[in-house]
């Protein structure tokens, strides 16, 4: 097996690495795949309370296109990874967005979705093995991992409109 200066590290990365890829691309995948499948009366339903379907497939893409711009700000900066934010200020962001979010047309939100979702995964599949792990070992893998946000509303929308 290939090795790198700390062992079998560089294997167990890499795997790591295709497990987080393959995740981003399956909750793409799912988020695209349920937003064909709604009708627009579906998705602008109430499911939780005051969220729509489409509310959260906007909310999905707003922040999926904020990790991205996040890492764009890292890179002119010369940064190695995005700085954090305080869950206190995304709560806000929520917050102050909700109305916008709710208010964007359901087929452009999940156009928007699923534009975002592809932008960002392209993005994420070329960032290096030693930064993925930085992110990982500093609980931050959500600044690669967009599955773990993805499915969360996966399972909202899933639940209020199971296949039939």
Same mark, same amino acid.
């Given at each position: 097996?290939?090795?790198?200066?700390?062992?079998?590290?560089?294997?167990?990365?890499?795997?790591?690495?295709?497990?987080?890829?393959?995740?981003?691309?399956?909750?793409? $995948?799912?988020?695209?795949?349920?937003? @064909?499948?709604?009708?627009?009366?579906?998705?602008?339903?109430?499911?939780?309370?005051?969220?729509?379907?489409?509310?959260?497939?906007?909310?999905?893409?707003?922040?999926?296109?904020?990790?991205?711009?996040?890492?764009?700000?890292?890179?002119?900066?010369?940064?190695?990874?995005?700085? @954090?934010?305080?869950?206190?200020?995304?709560?806000?962001?929520?917050?102050?967005?909700?109305?916008?979010?709710?208010?964007?047309?359901?087929?452009? +939100?999940?156009? $928007?979705?699923? +534009?975002? /979702?592809?932008?960002?995964?392209?993005?994420? /599949?070329?960032?290096?093995?030693?930064?993925?792990?930085?992110?990982?070992?500093?609980?931050? $893998?959500?600044?690669?991992?967009?599955?773990?946000?993805? $499915?969360?509303?996966?399972?909202?929308?899933?639940? +209020?409109?199971? /296949?039939?």
């Amino acid at each position: 097996l290939p090795t790198g200066p700390s062992g079998t590290r560089v294997c167990s990365v890499r795997a790591m690495n295709e497990g987080v890829d393959r995740r981003n691309r399956d909750s793409a $995948e799912r988020l695209a795949a349920l937003g @064909a499948r709604l009708s627009d009366r579906d998705l602008e339903a109430e499911i939780d309370a005051p969220w729509s379907a489409a509310g959260l497939f906007a909310h999905i893409a707003f922040w999926d296109r904020f990790v991205l711009e996040r890492w764009g700000l890292a890179a002119e900066r010369g940064e190695r990874t995005p700085m @954090a934010v305080d869950d206190g200020v995304m709560d806000r962001i929520n917050d102050a967005s909700l109305r916008q979010w709710m208010s964007i047309p359901p087929r452009v +939100a999940v156009e $928007e979705c699923a +534009a975002a /979702a592809a932008e960002l995964d392209a993005f994420v /599949a070329g960032i290096d093995d030693d930064a993925r792990a930085e992110l990982a070992s500093e609980a931050r $893998e959500r600044l690669v991992d967009r599955s773990l946000h993805r $499915e969360e509303h996966l399972r909202t929308i899933e639940a +209020a409109f199971p /296949a039939g």
